[in-house]
């Protein structure tokens, strides 16, 4: 019989406070920091002081802010350095941002919504769209964020035709009108489980709305062979051996 290690309440609080910071709000102060922890102002002082003697948490004097500190870096660094599937898809992005003169991103679910983990943008063209690693993309008006939820348990987080379509073509698209900006996404997978979507990112005018086109089956087929080399075999090739 085993029984499952206690949660210590300190290292708890501890995370769920660095959890706080977003993109949206990188920096908080502790009157804020305090009423999402749901603690008294002195217990979230006291770890706020833990967590910045650590470097996980800095501290701005003149805006009376905290923020995430450089150690957050370092050990995202090593967290990303870490995952396979980044040094696998690496020569596949490469080529694939050259061949088609187009930015090509890499993102893995966190639970809530797609993280950017790796980009190539390798490209000449006098306008092209700059996605930084770290970043975290909207959970259903992404393209990346669609195929995810295509293809796990939450797909009806999304309309039945829109699931529908991603599930049979195996490609995500999504426009931005107002700011020029279109997406492709398409799945990558390990065994039967979605472990990341790869994207090509660029313009309205450069890249394609429809599926079929052959920049769509270009991606496809990049994600196809990457899956293959993390272990997934089809349902044919499945039945086949």
Not at 4 to 21: D, H, K, T, Y
Not at 138 to 167: C, M, N, P, Y
Not at 211 to 217: D, G, H, N, T, Y
Request: charged share 25%; net charge neutral.
């Amino acid at each position: 019989m085993t029984t499952e290690a206690p949660i210590n309440q300190s290292v708890e609080r501890a995370v769920q406070m660095l959890g706080f910071f977003t993109a949206d709000e990188p920096e908080l102060t502790l009157a804020q920091l305090t009423k999402r922890l749901g603690t008294s102002r002195a217990t979230t002082h006291r770890y706020a002081m833990a967590l910045r003697r650590v470097g996980l948490l800095r501290y701005d004097a003149g805006s009376g802010t905290h923020s995430l500190g450089p150690r957050i870096v370092e050990l995202a660094a090593t967290a990303l350095s870490g995952l396979r599937i980044i040094r696998i898809a690496g020569p596949h992005m490469e080529r694939l941002a050259a061949e088609l003169n187009e930015t090509v991103v890499l993102s893995i679910w966190d639970g809530d919504s797609p993280v950017v983990v790796r980009v190539d943008d390798n490209t000449d063209r006098v306008v092209h769209i700059v996605v930084r690693t770290g970043s975290r993309l909207a959970r259903t008006s992404s393209a990346q964020g669609k195929v995810f939820l295509a293809f796990s348990e939450e797909g009806d987080a999304l309309t039945a035709k829109e699931h529908g379509r991603i599930r049979q073509t195996g490609i995500a698209i999504n426009t931005q009108n107002e700011d020029g900006i279109r997406a492709i996404a398409t799945p990558i997978f390990q065994d039967r489980d979605c472990v990341a979507a790869m994207a090509v990112v660029g313009t309205i005018a450069n890249l394609p709305a429809k599926e079929s086109a052959p920049l769509c089956l270009r991606l496809r087929e990049t994600a196809d062979i990457l899956s293959a080399e993390l272990g997934f075999f089809s349902d044919q090739e499945r039945s086949a051996s």
